[in-house]
Structure formats: C-alpha cells, structure tokens
C-alpha cells in the first residue's frame, strides 16, 4: 500500500493537481512575472497580487477535491495577508538566526493556507491546523518543498551570474519567470500535502481520470 505520507506520494499528488489545472495557473505564472517585472519588486502591489492567485489556485483545487466547506465563503483575503506577513518575519527571523528554526517553521507552516481556505479557521487556527496537521511529516514535507525551492535558488544564482551576458532586463524577466513559476508549484504542493485524506484520494483519482 502506498505510504501517502511520503515525499514521492506528495509529488506524485502534486503533479496530477498541476496537470488538471495547467493552464489556470501558467496563466498566474505569466500575470506574476509580467507584474513583478514590469512593477520592480513592489512588495505591496505584488504582495497583494499574490494572495490574490494564491487563493485562486488553491480553492480551485481543493474545490475539485471536495475539500472546501460547502455554499459560498468569500474570500479570505484579510487572514491571508496576516499569514503571509506573520509567517514571512518568522522565516525571516528563523533562518536569519538560526537555520533550523526557520526550516522548521517552513515545513510546519507549509500548509497554513489550505487549512485557512477549507476549514475557515482565521489566523491563528490555520497556523495551529497546519502545525497539527503536519506533525510527524518533516522529512516527506521537507523533502517535497526541497524539489523547486532548491533549483529556483540554484537557478537565480546562475541567471545573476549571467548578467554581464544576459543583460539586466532579460536576468530579471527569466529570473521573475523562474521565482513566480516555482512559488506556484510550491503551492500545488501545499494542496498536495493537505489532500491526505483518503477520501480526497479517491476524489483526485476520479477527476484525473
């Protein structure tokens, strides 16, 4: 039976949840980079803008997962943006002082904004849910985040080393590409990681059908 728990199990979720709903979030990945390009890194406008296509994709995915409460909620915009802010600093800090509480908080955080969106927690209840819900899970999890935070580092280090060849525009339009598109699947994976239930299992194998 398969360990659905595992890194391999997440990643294989992950990439089914990003086949059924490719060109919804390329559509994202493009709006992303065009603005952060074109804007040049505003934290407020794009901060905002990526709340905004955060939740997009990750209702629509949970919403095809039956995992989302039933009739309408509107969209929680203003928790997410207190969980974005929150947990940013606690990175920030975390990793800034000391690596591994900040690895730590990533892993056990990671998944803060499906339990928001599907359990209609507020703030804190989302960090709690996600805290609880990813208990005994830090190497799987670690190891699925690892796979597109590791080479979008890997891979804006090369780009800014080829700057004097690229040119400063096209370094920053591919590495915007690059940051945007991976942070997208980061949150697929997320979903990924909250559709452990088996009956949202069964539901994905029906709608990738």
Same mark, same amino acid.
């Given at each position: 039976m398969?360990?659905?728990?595992?890194?391999?199990?997440?990643?294989?979720?992950?990439a089914?949840?990003?086949?059924?709903?490719a060109?919804?979030?390329a559509?994202w990945? +493009?709006?992303?980079?065009?603005?952060?390009?074109? *804007?040049k890194?505003s934290?407020?406008?794009?901060?905002a803008?990526?709340? @905004? $296509?955060?939740?997009?994709?990750?209702h &629509?995915?949970?919403s095809?997962?039956?995992l989302?409460?039933? =009739?309408?909620?509107?969209?929680?915009?203003?928790?997410?943006?207190?969980?974005?802010?929150?947990?940013?600093?606690?990175?920030?800090? =975390? +990793?800034? +002082?000391?690596? *591994?509480?900040?690895?730590?908080?990533?892993?056990?955080?990671? @998944?803060?904004i499906?339990?928001?969106?599907?359990?209609?927690?507020?703030? @804190?209840g989302?960090l &709690?849910?996600s805290w609880?819900?990813?208990? =005994?899970?830090?190497?799987?999890?670690?190891?699925a +985040?690892?796979?597109?935070?590791v080479?979008?580092?890997m891979?804006?280090?090369?780009?800014?080393? $080829?700057?004097?060849m690229? =040119?400063?525009?096209?370094?920053?339009?591919?590495?915007?590409?690059?940051?945007?598109?991976?942070?997208v699947?980061?949150w697929?994976?997320a979903?990924?990681?909250?559709?452990?239930?088996v009956?949202?299992?069964e539901?994905?194998?029906?709608?990738?059908?």
């Amino acid at each position: 039976m398969e360990d659905v728990d595992s890194t391999t199990a997440i990643l294989s979720r992950t990439a089914r949840l990003f086949r059924l709903n490719a060109q919804h979030a390329a559509i994202w990945i +493009l709006v992303l980079a065009a603005v952060g390009f074109v *804007l040049k890194g505003s934290v407020v406008v794009g901060g905002a803008l990526g709340v @905004i $296509a955060q939740y997009s994709n990750t209702h &629509r995915v949970l919403s095809e997962l039956d995992l989302t409460l039933p =009739g309408y909620q509107s969209p929680p915009v203003f928790p997410m943006l207190a969980i974005s802010i929150l947990t940013a600093l606690a990175y920030f800090v =975390g +990793l800034t +002082l000391l690596v *591994l509480p900040g690895i730590i908080l990533i892993v056990r955080w990671s @998944i803060c904004i499906p339990v928001l969106i599907a359990e209609d927690t507020g703030t @804190i209840g989302a960090l &709690r849910g996600s805290w609880q819900a990813t208990e =005994g899970r830090f190497w799987p999890i670690l190891g699925a +985040l690892a796979v597109p935070i590791v080479p979008m580092i890997m891979i804006v280090g090369c780009l800014m080393l $080829a700057k004097p060849m690229l =040119g400063a525009l096209t370094m920053k339009a591919l590495a915007s590409v690059v940051v945007n598109g991976l942070m997208v699947v980061v949150w697929y994976i997320a979903a990924a990681i909250y559709a452990r239930p088996v009956g949202s299992l069964e539901r994905l194998q029906e709608v990738s059908a």
